[in-house]
Nanobody, 112 residues
Framework: VELVESGGGLVQPGGSLRLSCAAS????????MSWYRQAPGKERELVAV????????NYADSVKGRFTISRDNAKNTVYLQMNSLKPEDTAVYYC??????WGKGTLVTVSS
């Protein structure tokens, strides 16, 4: 199993980024996919989750209305579109498949 995140970087407040997570080694369409983040000195927290059946989603209150999770089962990829970014969104963002498979993360820095 491999999860590889990409798309992180430095962005100004109010800007946008789209993160991608390319998955391999398992039947992607069967898995719940989620994004977590961990800011310096803080615990890892759930940002968004997308269920495999029906594609329903759930978001942390802090990102509702700004972030959108989506998936392309044909490409074995899950995305996180992040708009109206704030400095407090600065963190390493991790992709997770099911309950136990993690990517290595991609750093998002929101700063002027």
């Amino acid at each position: 199993v491999e999860l590889v995140e990409s798309g992180g970087g430095l962005v100004q407040p109010g800007g946008s980024l789209r993160l991608s997570c390319a998955a391999s080694g398992f039947t992607f369409s069967n898995y719940v996919m989620s994004w977590y983040r961990q800011a310096p000195g803080k615990e890892r927290e759930l940002v968004a989750v997308m269920f495999s059946a029906g594609g329903s989603t759930n978001y942390a209150d802090s990102v509702k209305g700004r972030f959108t999770i989506s998936r392309d089962n044909a490409k074995n990829t899950v995305y996180l579109q992040m708009n109206s970014l704030k400095p407090e969104d600065t963190a390493v963002y991790y992709c997770k498949a099911g309950l136990r498979y993690w990517g290595k993360g991609t750093l998002v820095t929101v700063s002027s």
